[in-house]
């Protein structure tokens, strides 16, 4: 059927209209919200790259994981800065390093109203700002893949410990998952789930991030374990792997410039799907609607639409309790009419 019986607008006429045949309801149990957490701090720190993100202190930390869970986001990532730092990431696995301090607050005071997820990696913990211990052959310093799998196992084991419901495990090293699976269960956290970041792509959109985490390598780049941007089947590689090791959901890393990538996940797999939206896709954003060049709040509910529409399950940002307060707001004054 063709115009004129065949018109389109007629279900767009009335926003009831749209909200009736609308196919993505964005919920702000969709969001999980990144906080950084920094060692000796008495106040937060505003990350200048990333407007109304900051460096946390743990008394501010409890803050904001409260004001997520009042808004109805479904978990918090923590990501931690020690005061000390060394070749190896050693605070990364201490019992009082600075991720475990905050994961037993947070355990203790919403713990049961959001979902305690604990990045693991080493590249806030180490004075190179590599994911793991170097190695040296000749004149070429890597990071070594199986010596950074032991320290990963350890880390794993810290955090469950503390209080973490999922680890997620970012450093894109061979065998990152079973490790920490064998080592989780071992140490009797079998329950402890893992988000496995599997296609973490070598993106030019991480900048502001490590400006908040601290974590800018010394020397070189991260291409050598993070993926080629030009490469989707690889992902899907990755993706299986993964799985087969234990993972129990996977991501995809940076979100909106590989939707392509988030899609071809979610039709190939059973699992939830994450897709975190990137400080840098933060950064654009803001800074357009600093100029006036956008809509800031419409762009903002846009962004994370396309990341849910193109299949991602839950979708990690920096605007996660601003969203979700955003939506709440919405539906009531949609209640009110």
Not at 180 to 205: M, N
Not at 256 to 277: F, S
Request: aromatic share 6%.
């Amino acid at each position: 059927m063709s115009f004129p019986q065949n018109r389109q607008r007629r279900l767009r006429r009335t926003p009831a209209l749209r909200r009736l045949t609308s196919e993505i309801r964005l919920d702000p149990a969709d969001f999980v919200l990144p906080l950084f957490v920094k060692e000796g701090l008495s106040e937060p720190v505003p990350v200048s790259a990333m407007p109304g993100v900051v460096q946390h202190s743990l008394g501010s930390l409890r803050r904001a994981a409260a004001e997520a869970a009042e808004a109805g986001v479904a978990g918090v990532i923590l990501f931690g800065i020690p005061e000390h730092k060394d070749a190896v990431g050693s605070q990364a696995d201490d019992p009082d390093g600075i991720v475990q301090m905050a994961l037993r607050d947070l355990s203790a005071e919403v713990g049961s109203a959001l979902v305690l997820m604990a990045d693991l990696c080493l590249c806030e913990y180490t004075d190179h700002g590599h994911c793991g211990p170097l190695t040296e052959t000749g004149a070429d310093v890597t990071v070594d893949n199986d010596r950074t799998l032991e320290r990963y196992a350890s880390v794993a084991v810290a955090q469950a410990a503390a209080g973490a419901h999922v680890v997620a495990p970012s450093g894109m090293q061979d065998g990152q998952v079973a490790a920490i699976r064998a080592a989780l269960d071992a140490a009797h956290h079998q329950d402890v789930a893992i988000c496995a970041y599997a296609a973490k792509f070598a993106s030019a959109f991480y900048g502001p991030f490590r400006e908040a985490a601290e974590s800018t390598p010394s020397f070189g780049d991260r291409r050598s374990y993070q993926m080629d941007p030009a490469n989707a089947r690889e992902a899907l590689r990755e993706v299986q792997l993964d799985l087969d090791e234990g993972a129990d959901l996977v991501m995809v890393k940076p979100a909106l410039p590989y939707l392509d990538i988030v899609r071809q996940v979610r039709d190939a797999v059973e699992v939830p799907v994450v897709a975190y939206q990137v400080s840098g896709e933060l950064a654009m954003i803001e800074a357009a609607a600093a100029n006036g060049w956008l809509e800031r709040e419409r762009a903002m509910l846009e962004t994370l639409t396309s990341i849910r529409r193109a299949g991602a399950d839950t979708v990690i940002t920096y605007w996660a309790t601003e969203a979700a307060r955003l939506l709440r707001a919405t539906e009531a004054a949609r209640l009110l009419r």
